[in-house]
Each structure stands twice: as structure tokens, then as C-alpha cells.
């Protein structure tokens, strides 16, 4: 009965393949998150999203696209990898509201070599 | 300039000591704010929510001062299962959920 999960949990590719991870929430909830926690363990807000808007942390690429086929989902693609892209990637998900505390899936381990 | 700063320790301190970290933000429009508390290779998890009047859940008291703009978390008794990395969030309008550096606590026996 995982709340935010998240698919694959590791990840090993090569330098400018194209791949995506897959988020998916059964809680019902309306807004959803990508964020990117690097080496440094600093957890950087990538993308968050609800059914109104898509809002871009301006200094990510337009190599990452969020895609989200209904509520439930925000799948992550990322064009071109690059090296400097291998990070842990955290999907989470919320209510949106004021005081509602965000839920995280277990992370996906990116390494790109 | 970051949303929210935190002290990245590290902290260690001995089994039963009390650790306080604080935690300031940027945006006065920042409208809810939480302690999370992430262990190692696992994802982040709640803590506890701060409220304005401050609020306390057993050894853990939380803190908010907005006219200084800045969030704490007092651990008293510190157990060793206590040793994790406890980040402040900040909830700003348009529903943007940011994250400090995150702290490092190391409870030794």
C-alpha cells in the first residue's frame, strides 16, 4: 500500500540516452513534485504541478520534461543525459493547502556514465 | 539567495543532550512551515509541522518567529536513533514546498 512510488529505484545509463522515471500516487492528492537531491544532499525543487499549473524551477534544463497523464501521475523524462544530472530524484505529493505536509516516494538513483 | 538556510553541521553530541537548529527563510509571504527528517539513502519524512504559537510532540519542540523569519527545533534527551539529517520546509504561495540545506545529527553513545 505504498502512498508515492516510484519506478525505477536505480537507474544506470549512458551519456545522452533519453529516459524517464515513472511517480504515482494513490492518495488522492492534487499536487505533485519532482525534486533532484544531488551529492551535496541538498533537495532542490525541480517541478511542481496540479491540475491548474506546471510551475518550473527556472534553473532546471529544458532537457527535464514533467509529464502527467491524470492526477495520479507525474512521470519525469529527461532528454540527453548528462553526467552532472546523476542524483537521487524524490517524486512527493501533497494537498494543496497551507499546513498539508508533503509525501515522498523512496527516490530513484540516477547515475549517468 | 536560497529560500530557506539552515547550519549544515555536522552536529555529534552524546546521548542525552539537547541539540537546537535553527532554520531562516527568505519569503515573509511564506504561509506554513515543517521539520523533516531524512536517514540515510531513504526519502525525506515529516517530523512535525511548526505552528505560530510554537508546538511540542514528546522530546521534539518546534519554533516559529516570523518577524524574524526564522524556525527551530529543540531535541531533548537525545537518542541514538535520533542521528539523521533534519531539514526545514517552507511552504510559499504557489504551492511551492522548498527545502533547507538539511542539518546532520550524529547521536553518540
Known amino acids: 500500500d505504498t502512498a508515492v512510488s516510484q519506478t525505477p529505484k536505480y537507474l544506470v545509463t549512458q551519456m545522452g540516452n533519453d529516459k524517464s522515471i515513472k511517480c504515482e500516487q494513490n492518495l488522492g492528492h492534487d499536487t505533485m513534485y519532482w525534486y533532484k537531491q544531488d551529492s551535496k544532499k541538498f533537495l532542490k525543487i525541480m517541478f511542481s504541478y496540479n491540475n491548474k499549473e506546471l510551475i518550473i524551477n527556472e534553473t532546471v534544463p529544458n532537457r527535464f520534461s514533467p509529464k502527467s497523464p491524470d492526477k495520479a501521475h507525474l512521470n519525469l523524462h529527461i532528454n540527453s543525459l548528462e553526467l552532472g544530472d546523476s542524483a537521487v530524484y524524490f517524486c512527493a505529493s501533497r494537498v494543496t493547502g497551507r499546513d498539508t505536509e508533503a509525501f515522498f516516494g523512496q527516490g530513484t538513483r540516477l547515475t549517468v556514465v | 539567495r536560497k529560500e530557506v538556510e539552515q547550519d549544515p553541521g555536522p552536529f555529534n553530541v552524546p546521548e542525552g543532550a539537547t541539540v537546537a537548529f535553527n532554520c531562516t527563510y527568505s519569503?515573509?509571504?511564506?504561509?506554513?512551515f515543517f521539520w523533516y527528517r531524512q536517514d540515510c539513502r531513504k526519502e525525506p519524512k515529516l517530523l512535525m509541522s511548526?505552528?505560530?504559537s510554537g508546538n511540542e510532540d514528546g522530546r521534539f519542540t518546534a519554533q516559529l518567529n516570523r518577524a524574524s523569519q526564522y524556525i527551530s527545533l529543540l531535541i531533548r534527551d537525545s537518542k541514538l536513533s535520533d542521528s539523521a539529517t533534519y531539514l526545514c520546509?517552507?511552504?510559499?504561495?504557489?504551492?511551492?514546498?522548498?527545502f533547507g540545506t538539511g542539518t546532520s545529527l550524529t547521536v553518540i553513545p
Open positions: 519569503n515573509s509571504a511564506s504561509q506554513s
Open positions: 511548526v505552528y505560530s
Open positions: 520546509v517552507v511552504n510559499i504561495p504557489g504551492n511551492q514546498f522548498y
